[in-house]
C-alpha cells in the first residue's frame, strides 16, 4: 500500500492483511461473525468498556473487500434488505390520557434513568420505532440511553452515541486539525435520538430533559465505558424543528449540513439539509480537544 490504510480509527499494515487472509483460509467457513469476533481477540481490539469491538470489526472486514483487499466467505445468512428497520413492540404500559400543563406542575414526580437493563431497553425501543420519524435501529458502537418517566409512565427518552467523522461546522467551531480529530472524536458524542411521546404536552419539558441528561452524561459515560466527554452534537432537520429547546438548554448551533449522511465520504447521498448544534460538557473541551498527538 503507498499510503495508510485507515478503517474504523484502525491504521491496517500489510502484516494485518497477511493475518485476516489466512484466517479466513483458515477459519473462513465458520463464518463473518467468526472471522470478526476472532479477529478481535487476536488484536485484543476493544472497546473503551472493555468489550471487544465486533460490530466496527464486521464494518472493517467489509470494507476491506469493497477495495478488494480480501475475499470474504459467503454470508451463512441473507443480509438484511436496505432500509430494513429493527421490529419494535410499543410496550403497554400506561393510559393514554394527555399530560398538559407547567413543568412546575409535573417536575416533582419527573424521573430520568439511565436504560440498564433488557425491559427498560425495550421500552426505549418500542417508544422510538412508534413514535421517532426516523424509527429505532439497533445501535453501533459505544451508546447511552435514558428513559424520562412521570411516575410509571414514560413521557419523552434520548439517546447518545458515537459522533459523525467528518462535520465542517462543529470542526471549524472547536478548532480541529486533521491530525487533532480521529485522535479526540471519541470524546464527542451524538445526540442521536430525542422523543417527546405524543400527548405529553408539559411546556418546557424538552429543554428540562435535555439539561438534565447533559449534566449527568459524563458521569454516565465513564461509569460505563471508563472514559471522559467533552462535547455533543445533534442534527436537528431544518424543515422539521427550528431547534428552540436545544437553544434553551444552551446548546449552540454552529451551522448547517450540506444534505450528507453522517459518514458519507463519497458524496452519495440526497438528504434534508440539518443545523448543527453543539454542547460543550466541559469549559477547557477545546483544550481537550485539540491536543496535538
Excluded at 434488505?81 to 410499543?90: E, I, Q, W
Excluded at 418500542?126 to 424509527?135: D, E, F, K, N, Q
Excluded at 450528507?260 to 452519495?268: E, M, P, Q, S, V
Excluded at 434534508?272 to 466541559?282: A, D, E, F, H, I
Aim: charged share 20%.
Amino acid at each position: 500500500m503507498d499510503q495508510d490504510l485507515v478503517i474504523r480509527r484502525r491504521v491496517i499494515e500489510p502484516t494485518d492483511l497477511a493475518l485476516i487472509r489466512q484466517l479466513i483460509e483458515v477459519e473462513g467457513a465458520q463464518g463473518r461473525s467468526h472471522l470478526s469476533n476472532r479477529l478481535c481477540e487476536l488484536w485484543d481490539w476493544r472497546q473503551a468498556n472493555g468489550r471487544y469491538r465486533q460490530i466496527a470489526c464486521r464494518e472493517l472486514l467489509r470494507r476491506l473487500e469493497a477495495k478488494g483487499l480480501i475475499p470474504l466467505p459467503p454470508p451463512l445468512r441473507a443480509a438484511r434488505r436496505a432500509g430494513y428497520r429493527n421490529p419494535t413492540r410499543l410496550p403497554e404500559l400506561w393510559d393514554a390520557v394527555a399530560l398538559r400543563g407547567s413543568l412546575a406542575q409535573f417536575r416533582p414526580h419527573i424521573q430520568l434513568r439511565l436504560v440498564q437493563d433488557a425491559a427498560q431497553a425495550r421500552v426505549y425501543a418500542g417508544l422510538i420505532g412508534a413514535y421517532h420519524y426516523l424509527g429505532y435501529q439497533q445501535a453501533t458502537g459505544a451508546q447511552l440511553k435514558y428513559l424520562v418517566w412521570y411516575a410509571d409512565r414514560p413521557i419523552a427518552c434520548l439517546s447518545f452515541g458515537p459522533a459523525a467523522w467528518p462535520l465542517a461546522p462543529r470542526d471549524r467551531y472547536i478548532g480541529w486539525s486533521a491530525q487533532a480529530r480521529p485522535a479526540h472524536l471519541p470524546w464527542v458524542v451524538n445526540n442521536d435520538r430525542f422523543l417527546i411521546v405524543p400527548g405529553v404536552e408539559i411546556r418546557h419539558l424538552a429543554s428540562y430533559v435535555l439539561g438534565a441528561s447533559l449534566r449527568r452524561l459524563r458521569t454516565d459515560w465513564r461509569a460505563v465505558y471508563g472514559h471522559d466527554l467533552a462535547l455533543t452534537e445533534t442534527f436537528i432537520e431544518a424543515d422539521r424543528f427550528g431547534g428552540s429547546s436545544y437553544a434553551a438548554a444552551n446548546g449552540v448551533c454552529v451551522g448547517q449540513t450540506q444534505g450528507r449522511g453522517r459518514n458519507d465520504r463519497a458524496f452519495a447521498q440526497a438528504l434534508p439539509v440539518k443545523t448543527v448544534w453543539v454542547y460543550p460538557l466541559r469549559a477547557d473541551f477545546r483544550a481537550v480537544l485539540c491536543q496535538e498527538v
